[in-house]
């Protein structure tokens, strides 16, 4: 029902930027819980930074907290995470979520058993 592509990823040096785009298809963006999740091999996905279906909360993991922000464009219905002095241990595959799930509980909305759609991901390296 939504279709996610996220776009953006690839190299950056220590300190440095980066922008990350998720399109939307299927369902506007601006109607859906939306979450940013990164995962390095051998670990679990852990959440980034999302907005909620409810009154469009942001959160942030405290890890990126500060440097990350995410943000939307409602005219392209796209997501995007904007990412800053970036460290190695940025360094992951993230992906993009959304799901439909109106919910009081935002503890929900950090776990990615929350997400029924998934973007495919988009590598991110950061060197030292």
């Known amino acids: 029902q939504v279709h996610l592509v996220e776009s953006g990823g690839g190299l950056a040096q220590a300190g440095g930027s980066l922008r990350l785009s998720c399109a939307a298809s299927?369902?506007?963006?601006?109607?859906?819980?939306m979450g940013w999740f990164r995962q390095v091999p051998g670990k679990e996905r852990e959440f980034v930074a999302g907005?909620?279906?409810?009154?469009?909360?942001?959160s942030y993991a405290d890890t990126v907290k500060g440097r990350f922000t995410v943000s939307e464009d409602n005219a392209k219905n796209t997501l995007y995470l904007s990412m800053s002095v970036l460290k190695p241990e940025d360094t992951a595959v993230y992906y993009c979520?959304?799901?439909?799930?109106?919910?009081?509980?935002?503890?929900?909305?950090?776990?990615?058993?929350?997400?029924?759609?998934w973007g495919q991901g988009t590598q991110v390296t950061v060197s030292s």
């Open positions: 907005v909620s279906r409810v009154g469009r909360a942001t």
């Open positions: 979520a959304a799901d439909p799930t109106y919910t009081f509980d935002k503890s929900q909305e950090l776990s990615p058993g929350f997400y029924d759609y």
């Open positions: 299927g369902r506007t963006v601006s109607g859906l819980t």
